[in-house]
């Protein structure tokens, strides 16, 4: 596991927040869900500016507490299954 990734686990951990955590999103009346680690894993797959973006920006949503996080990711993920779902249209 790299450093970056190392750090933003670490930070869900101490968050309370587990990499098989789910977020459940609803669609067009359809649901979807994702889990925190493949969030991190989507973006992980991206240059190192991105993830170091990717990170700088999970670290001020901690300053909001649990709900900054679990707010972060839930629109990280919905950009990942909106920039999903687009490419299937």
């Keep these: 596991m790299d450093a970056i ?10 968050q309370g927040i587990w ?15 994702l889990t925190y680690g493949f969030i991190i894993d989507s973006y992980m797959g991206a240059s190192d500016e991105s993830k ?22 839930e629109g990280m993920g919905q950009l990942l299954l909106m920039g999903s779902l687009s490419k299937k249209l």
Excluded: C, H, W
């Design 52 to 73: 170091l973006v990717f990170l700088s920006a999970l670290r001020k949503s901690q300053k909001a507490g649990e709900m900054g996080v679990e707010k972060f990711f």
């Design 19 to 33: 990499l098989d955590s789910t977020i459940e999103y609803e669609v067009n009346g359809e649901p979807y869900t």
């Design 5 to 14: 990734k190392e750090e933003i686990v670490t930070l869900l951990t101490m």
